[in-house]
């Protein structure tokens, strides 16, 4: 049997699951922007207290890999690196918008599709990945801007269904039959089990002394702009 806690902070919505050999029998989300700090560590602790269990009985911690919010996915690495260190458990990294696709496929079942995943990286720029109807990538992530002409070679031929608080750029800008959208999809711990499992199953554990998540954009922080005083 294994027992894996699997945690996503990517974006604005915090979510925290337990899994046992790859299935949800309990999770934790917060859909309060920067709820992070607050409701990570109280949602991974709930979750141990109600099914009589302490970190020593996990297999493996799960986290959610990138790409995304910066401060978000620090804040989910370090808790999950913690978790992991105290326990001695190994630590999983889980593709983020290949758990939005698989979301999205159980919503919208239907295979020939491609599944193209969108988080918001501000202004017109998005971070997403393509998935065929077996969650195979069908183009890396990238951090792409998006305009009108944005997908219109792959429209032209094929259906995507875009998902994701990031496709919400391209509902005024792509007006082809081929584009379906569907919302409510977010990265979500649920859709982090099965995939968490398979690769607790094949070994795949990442070193938890040096693992950094994929942010694809290097951090860039702000000064604020000093007042000026009229005299």
């Known amino acids: 049997m294994s027992l894996i806690l699997s945690i996503e902070t990517s974006t604005p919505v915090c979510t925290v699951s337990l899994s046992e050999n790859g299935k949800t029998i309990a999770i934790r989300e917060s859909f309060d922007e920067k ?6 560590t109280v949602f991974v602790e709930e979750l ?13 911690v799960a986290v959610s ?7 978000g996915l620090r804040i989910g690495v370090s808790v999950a690196k913690g978790i992991c260190y105290a326990a001695q458990i190994p630590l999983i990294a889980i593709d983020t918008l290949k758990t939005m696709a698989i979301m999205a496929a ?5 295979k020939n599709v491609l599944y193209c995943p969108m988080i918001d990286a501000r202004r017109m720029e998005v971070y997403s990945e393509l998935f ?10 990238i951090a792409e801007v998006i305009d009108h002409n944005s997908y219109s070679d792959i429209l032209a031929q094929q ?11 391209l509902t005024n800008t792509i007006t082809s039959p081929n584009a379906v959208f569907i919302e409510g999809i977010y990265p979500s711990a649920n859709y982090m089990s099965e995939l968490a499992y398979n690769e607790f199953q094949n070994k795949q554990f990442v070193d938890v002394a040096y693992f950094e998540p994929f942010y694809l954009k ?3 922080a702000t000064t604020p702009k000093k007042k000026v005083i009229l005299n």
């Open 218 to 220: 290097d951090f860039v």
């Open 106 to 110: 159980n919503k919208y079942n239907h």
């Open 159 to 169: 259906k995507i269904v875009f998902i994701g608080n990031g496709s919400e750029k």
């Open 35 to 40: 709820s992070h700090a607050t409701h990570l």
């Open 65 to 71: 890999r990138g790409p995304g919010s910066y401060t």
């Open 48 to 60: 141990l207290k109600e099914n009589n269990i302490t970190a020593k009985n996990l297999s493996a």
């Open 132 to 141: 065929d109807g077996n969650f195979n990538v069908k183009r890396e992530v």
